[in-house]
């Protein structure tokens, strides 16, 4: 078994990718709900910066459970779930 790391350049190679932050968080969301082309997804692929991917699918989760946390305080605190 070979410790050499892809042809291709590797993590270094993937983060130096110059994809915007924002369609990092577009790709995101969309991976979020769940809904993406194949097409769509080897662009993102080929593209996006696997630190900001990172970056982006954290806050992304925080800011979901934070909805979630808030709905449920608005809804019991309203007496909608009584």
Same mark, same amino acid.
């Given at each position: 078994?070979?410790?050499?790391?892809?042809?291709?350049?590797?993590? $270094?190679?993937?983060?130096?990718? &110059? =994809?915007?932050?924002? =369609?990092?968080?577009?790709?995101?969301? +969309?991976?979020?709900? @769940?809904? $993406?082309?194949? &097409? =769509?997804?080897?662009?993102?692929?080929?593209?996006?910066?696997?630190?900001?991917? #990172?970056?982006?699918?954290? #806050? @992304?989760? *925080?800011?979901?459970? %934070?909805?979630? #946390? %808030?709905?449920? &305080? +608005?809804? *019991? @605190?309203? @007496? #909608?779930?009584?």
């Amino acid at each position: 078994m070979s410790s050499e790391g892809p042809p291709d350049g590797g993590l $270094r190679a993937a983060a130096s990718r &110059k =994809g915007s932050f924002l =369609g990092t968080v577009r790709a995101v969301a +969309w991976s979020f709900l @769940g809904i $993406r082309r194949g &097409k =769509g997804y080897e662009e993102d692929v080929s593209q996006l910066n696997p630190v900001h991917v #990172v970056i982006a699918g954290i #806050v @992304g989760a *925080i800011l979901f459970v %934070l909805t979630l #946390v %808030l709905l449920v &305080k +608005w809804m *019991i @605190g309203s @007496g #909608v779930a009584s």
